[in-house]
């Protein structure tokens, strides 16, 4: 039987730091939520708004996937790999942190401020040679239909990660009805709203709102508005 859970955009947790604006699907920092720690393999979503020429400074991660999709404005990011890199909107960057790597992440505009989406998945291999990723989005893929933007393979469309979790994105009419066929066995969907309108398995969701669902093979989908803009996360229930 298809299960799901409804997480309304002003249920989320938050924080002010005055330079920085955070909004928490899951339990994350000080924000903690028994009932919101994780949906399956996605660990944290946190829709985050930094202030001009402020940002994250040097900081560890391990054993987690970490992707980054800015929505407005640019990051950069400077990381142990040696790597130094801005990601604007319209692009995706993926670090696999493994057996350990620090970086920061700072708005390097003065003018301009800057609006991501941060997302933790569990890996399903411990201990992996830390790695950076980065593309462009194709926004002409993403009109009106589910375009894939990760994966765990190298070689297929989008960025990859060490997990069993498909991501796609679309920007979509009002009116487009489209079925989302799940990508493995075992897997549900984490549906984001990022603006706009829509409706999911009959359950209507506005802008931030988030919607898993579980149990099935596909979900349903219309797009409510003319300006709807979806982040589909295909992941495993089950995590070791």
């Known amino acids: 039987m298809t299960q799901s859970?409804?997480?309304?955009?002003?249920?989320?947790?938050?924080?002010?730091?005055g330079w920085l604006k955070s909004n928490f699907t899951f339990s994350f920092a000080e924000y903690y939520n028994p009932e919101k720690i994780h949906f399956g393999a996605l660990r944290v979503l946190n829709d985050d708004n930094i202030a001009e020429g402020r940002g994250f400074?040097?900081?560890?991660?391990?054993?987690?996937?970490?992707?980054?999709?800015?929505?407005?404005?640019?990051?950069?990011?400077?990381?142990?790999?040696?790597?130094?890199?801005?990601v604007r909107a319209g692009e995706i960057q993926v670090m696999s942190a493994g057996t350990g790597v620090s970086h920061s992440e700072y708005n390097p505009s003065e003018t301009d401020p800057l609006s991501l989406l941060q997302i933790w998945v569990f890996q399903n291999k411990k201990n992996v040679t830390p790695r950076y990723?980065?593309?462009?989005?194709?926004?002409?893929?993403?009109?009106?239909?589910?375009?894939?933007?990760?994966?765990?393979?190298?070689?297929?469309?989008?960025?990859?990660?060490?997990?069993?979790?498909?991501?796609?994105?679309?920007?979509?009419?009002?009116?487009?009805?489209?079925?989302?066929?799940?990508?493995?066995?075992?897997?549900?969907?984490?549906?984001?709203?990022?603006?706009?309108?829509?409706?999911?398995?009959?359950?209507?969701l506005d802008?931030?709102?988030?919607?898993?669902?579980?149990?099935t093979d596909h979900i349903e989908f219309t797009s409510n508005s003319a300006d709807a803009k979806v982040l589909l996360m295909d992941v495993p229930m089950q995590i070791d």
């Open 133 to 204: 990723g980065q593309m462009n989005l194709d926004e002409k893929a993403m009109h009106n239909q589910f375009a894939q933007i990760l994966s765990p393979n190298a070689d297929d469309a989008g960025v990859w990660i060490n997990q069993d979790a498909w991501f796609s994105m679309g920007n979509f009419d009002k009116d487009v009805a489209q079925t989302y066929n799940i990508k493995k066995a075992g897997n549900g969907v984490y549906a984001f709203v990022i603006s706009g309108s829509v409706t999911i398995n009959d359950q209507k």
């Open 207 to 215: 802008k931030r709102d988030g919607f898993g669902i579980w149990n």
């Open 5 to 17: 859970i409804l997480h309304k955009a002003a249920t989320r947790g938050s924080a002010d730091h």
């Open 57 to 86: 400074g040097t900081h560890p991660h391990d054993n987690m996937e970490i992707i980054t999709i800015p929505l407005e404005g640019a990051v950069a990011h400077k990381d142990s790999m040696g790597t130094e890199e801005v």
